[in-house]
């Protein structure tokens, strides 16, 4: 029994558990010098905290984007950073406008609620024009097909919107209801940070609700678990895809518009490369293919990006450990990539696909 | 598109798409960018032809699905579609008038021109040909008309008027397009008098287009008239062997003069050229052969790069002072060791899953490489500086001509080194598990070692073509190594045809060598390549020179290789 065990044990996996015993080492070192040193306050940490839940839910937004259409066609849609940052791009000038004739201070749920419907309008078109040109047809080429035609297209739309909307960085407006601080269990958090989140969870929990409950979603989860069945069952498979391409996104198109009201680095048309990755990563940590798991995994890649450069970096004292804060993200990418490509919650999706 | 789709169907179809391609380039600023590029005298520009592209396009298809009509009702069908297709343009003018032009005078809340940075009067001056609205949309709607009908023709006519049609506008339009290269290369082979001759500042001169185009029509019209390609396919196969031998004497002759005959600025360019042909070569072992989706790739072409440096830098960085052709082989190994070392984590790794892993260290490694944290050891944002150009025999190679032979020879090295390896037991293997990784494993080939040899060997090419770089350049810097440089590899090889050696070479020559040489498309550059990998996924998969099994693989159902059941199979695999 032994002997069998250890026959089928190749030096492949002692490598990867070396590997993977050495991280978690130079993570515990890490978290130990910084803790035992208490280089920074509770009140400290829990700034962290919000604005990586912020930010952690426009990964998440984002993220179900990804989850939806892999968990459907087994495909990693790799221009949906693009997706987001179209909405995002466009809904910019429309929030200028609003905000010069007042009508983003007057009536600041109105003129959000109208940005929203314009970024998500946006960047549904855009998904599912997508969809139609470059994916339909290849939908039963080989695998690596539709991944080159999705790099491709990502590019294309990168700089259509360039030629569109010109290479300038444009802002949102600051919204003056949304300045100020609120207490929250005795920190004090942005209110934008909790507004974001507030909504980004209210449009996660009107998904869960419509894949849970509706007829489509019920389609949406038999195309996913079966393609040709659902067809036999009378499932127009067409319109489950670009049903799904929609709503991956509107909800994209909405956190553009999230995204900009909480950071004033601007908007322009690299923007949605990074975060497109980063919420890759974000629903690979949640199980891809997993609708609840790629909220939570967006979450706490929010969370893991904003407090572990402190935590653990400045911990080995490496200097500037700000500076890779984004490195962290592709590392957590690779890690799970390679010892749980299923994810935290596990998702049987990733056992099919292999 | 079943029979009976009816024709006007087509029309307004085609038309439709032909307008919005032109409709997207004049709104994407591509037509007002280069409408101040004069191609032919000073009245057609590389803008118009741009906008014409689309209109054409739409006689074509239209031409293309009534190939079974009449000459004349095809025709008719392709103008009519032409006019179809100015529809878009006009409303483009329509909407650059109410919104911007109209408006110009007024105070505005809402500035359209802010948003829509390309909607401005010129365009519709552009489109308008200058005349205003009231003459120039009749004017813009009979030119469409006729591009629409002219777009019919390519398709109809028949073969041997149109082909010499094809070939001389595509030599008149090249010539125009490159006037700057071509006038180079006939500097350095004819003296300056007859660029002066053929070309004003960078348009060709309208009798010179004209001279060229008829000069192409008549070659081909001949050539198509003599039946060439027919003749050459009845000669004895001695002579078409011998005759083969003196095209590649020809061909190495003009290699080696090349640099001699276009000047310094084209041998630049040409050894990028030559540089992407390494790297793409490398690639294609990963990718083309073994089939693991690489897009971290620009690793290791920057740690060849940084060896090189580090090792011969004359500045505070560098560790030894070793020369060139010392240094050249540590980079080839530090490209080994690192190929192996991160090829070991993603082997368990397949598809997508391992594209985006690679990803991931690419950027990894670029973020270290910029931060503080590092810099003490490779210069962070500042880079490595004052690395020697190679010297051989006295002679410091310092001239763009010396380097390209340089990389030349290092192309063909690496070149030589995959055909070797391709019809190696090796590079079988690697084909063997990039058709069927499971299978492949069952036959009894070892998994981890095939594909750690693929992740080593290709990352060893690019990490010499990295030290070269780093020679030629003398600094390197971090930001010049970023994800741009994998998706070029990658969509060079795809391009070419993946596995295929003469495809790189080609692929290199569209995607790196043609924007090397117009400089104005730097801007757009990037579209081309998304638009130009969605387009070569769609209608030609296995690239310009495709390698054969990989042709047959992709065209399996129309050319009745595949039954019912193996389509069956196939579908639930996927």
Known sequence: MLKQRLERFSWVDIFLRLFQVAFIVIIVIGVYNTVTTARYTGAQWATLVFAGLAQGSIYALIALGYTLVYGILLMINFAHGEIYMAGAFTAVFLAQYLYNIGILDSNPILGIVALILLAASVSTVIAVFLERIAYRPLRNAPRLVPLITAIGASFALQYTFRGLYGAEFRSYPTVNVLRGLVNVFGFKVPLVQLVVLGAAIVLMVALYIFVERTKMGRAMRAVSEDKDVARLMGVDIDRVIVTTFAIGGALAGAAGVFNGLFRPQGVYFFMGFFPGLKAFTAAVLGGIGNIPGAMIGGLLLGVIESIFPNLILEGLGIPSANQLRDAFAFTMLVLILIFRPQGIFGERLAEKKA | ?574
């Open chain 2, 1 to 574: 598109m079943n029979k009976k789709t009816s024709i006007w169907h087509i029309i307004v179809r085609s038309g439709l798409v032909g307008g919005l391609v032109s409709f997207y380039l004049a709104a994407i600023g591509i037509v007002e960018t280069f409408s101040l590029r004069n191609l032919i005298g000073t009245t057609i520009s590389i803008g118009m032809v741009f906008v014409a592209s689309g209109i054409v396009a739409a006689g074509l298809l239209t031409a293309r699905a009534l190939q079974k009509e009449k000459f004349a009702k095809g025709i008719g069908a392709s103008m009519l579609s032409g006019v179809v297709a100015s529809l878009p343009l006009l409303f483009l003018i329509f909407l650059i008038e109410i919104l911007v032009i109209q408006r110009a005078d007024q105070q505005v809340v809402f500035n359209w021109r802010n948003m829509f940075v390309n909607f401005s009067p010129g365009l519709e001056g552009l489109l308008t040909f200058g005349q205003g609205l009231a003459l120039g949309i009749p004017l813009l709607i009979v030119f469409c008309a006729a591009l629409g009908a002219f777009g019919g023709l390519l398709v109809l006519l028949p073969n041997h008027w149109r082909l010499p049609l094809i070939n001389g506008l595509v030599w008149t339009l090249g010539i125009g397009v490159f006037s700057e290269n071509v006038a180079q290369i006939i500097t350095q082979i004819a003296g300056r008098g007859l660029v002066r001759l053929m070309f004003q500042q960078k348009s060709l001169h309208p009798v010179a287009a004209l001279i060229i185009f008829a000069g192409a029509f008549v070659f081909t019209y001949s050539m198509v008239h003599k039946k060439v390609q027919v003749r050459w396919t009845n000669l004895p196969s001695s002579r078409q062997k011998q005759g083969r031998v003196v095209g590649i004497v020809l061909g190495i002759i003009l290699l080696l003069l090349l640099p001699w005959l276009v000047g310094q600025f084209l041998s630049q360019a040409l050894f990028i050229v030559g540089l992407y042909i390494m790297i793409g070569l490398g690639l294609n072992i990963v990718v083309g052969y073994a089939g693991l989706l690489d897009l971290g790739y620009v690793v290791f072409f920057a740690f060849g790069a940084y060896t090189m440096g580090i090792l011969t830098s004359a500045g505070p960085l560098g560790l030894s002072n070793l020369n060139f052709w010392t240094a050249l082989p540590f980079c080839v190994l530090v490209g080994l060791i690192w190929g192996f070392l991160l090829g070991f984590p993603v082997l368990r790794l397949r598809g997508d899953y391992l594209a985006i892993v690679t990803l991931g260290f690419g950027e990894i490694i670029r973020i270290l490489a910029t931060s503080d944290w590092l810099a003490p050891f490779e210069g962070g944002p500042q880079g490595v500086l004052h690395i020697p150009n190679p010297v051989i025999f006295g002679y410091t190679m310092n001239q763009p001509q010396a380097m390209y032979y340089l990389v030349i020879a290092g192309s063909l090295l690496v070149a030589f080194v995959t055909v070797r390896l391709r019809d190696s037991r090796l590079g079988r293997q690697w084909m063997a598990m990039r058709e069927d990784q499971d299978v492949a494993e069952a036959m009894g080939i070892n998994l981890v070692q095939t594909k750690l040899l693929a992740f080593a060997i290709g990352a060893a090419f690019s990490a010499m073509a990295g030290g070269i770089f780093a020679a030629r350049l003398g600094n390197i810097f971090p930001h010049s190594f970023n994800l741009l440089i994998s998706i070029n590899a990658l969509a060079l090889i795809i391009v070419g045809g993946l596995g295929s050696i003469p495809g790189v070479v080609v692929g290199a020559l569209i995607l790196v060598g043609l924007p090397e040489l117009l400089r104005e498309f730097t801007e757009y550059r990037l579209l081309m390549y998304g638009i130009l990998l969605i387009v070569m996924m769609l209608f030609r998969p296995e690239g310009f020179v495709p390698e054969l099994t990989r042709k047959r693989e992709l065209h399996a159902k129309d050319e009745g290789f595949i039954d019912q059941n193996m389509e069956a199979v196939e579908t639930t695999k996927s």
